[in-house]
């Protein structure tokens, strides 16, 4: 299931994720790290959305490079830092509360 938030500067919906069993998945690009908190943010309502329905877990795949961070519910809930840069309100987690994981990349023939 996709899940969308409401960015009030670009006055339309977004995609925040998708949500797989227990499990938000969040694509990120390297306009989206907040050197701020140093880390990745997710829209607030999303978020709380996300919660709602069970999610454990949210994982973060950089497109840029390929990594993926996760990092279970209670760290965005401990270690959050929630502001409004422009986007509407948004939850931050830095990296260091997250695990990491590089991806392989694949081989084309």
Same mark, same amino acid.
């Given at each position: 299931?996709?899940?969308? $938030?409401?960015? !009030? +500067?670009?006055?339309?919906? @977004?995609? #925040?994720? &998708?949500?797989?069993?227990?499990?938000?998945?969040?694509? /990120? &690009? !390297?306009?989206?790290?907040? *050197? /701020? @908190?140093?880390?990745?943010?997710?829209?607030?309502? $999303?978020?709380? &959305? $996300? @919660? =709602?329905?069970? /999610?454990? +877990?949210? @994982?973060?795949? &950089? +497109?840029?490079?390929?990594?993926?961070? *996760? $990092? !279970?519910? %209670?760290?965005?809930?401990?270690? #959050?830092?929630?502001?409004?840069?422009?986007?509407? =309100?948004?939850?931050?987690?830095?990296? %260091?509360?997250?695990? +990491?994981?590089?991806? %392989?990349?694949?081989?084309? =023939?």
């Amino acid at each position: 299931m996709k899940l969308l $938030a409401w960015d !009030p +500067t670009k006055k339309k919906k @977004v995609l #925040c994720g &998708e949500l797989i069993g227990n499990t938000l998945f969040r694509w /990120v &690009e !390297p306009r989206h790290f907040m *050197e /701020v @908190v140093g880390g990745y943010g997710i829209q607030e309502s $999303a978020f709380h &959305e $996300a @919660v =709602k329905r069970g /999610v454990k +877990t949210i @994982v973060l795949k &950089e +497109t840029h490079t390929n990594q993926r961070w *996760e $990092a !279970p519910i %209670k760290n965005w809930l401990e270690h #959050c830092h929630i502001a409004d840069y422009g986007h509407g =309100k948004q939850r931050f987690l830095g990296l %260091k509360y997250m695990h +990491t994981h590089k991806l %392989k990349e694949r081989k084309v =023939k």
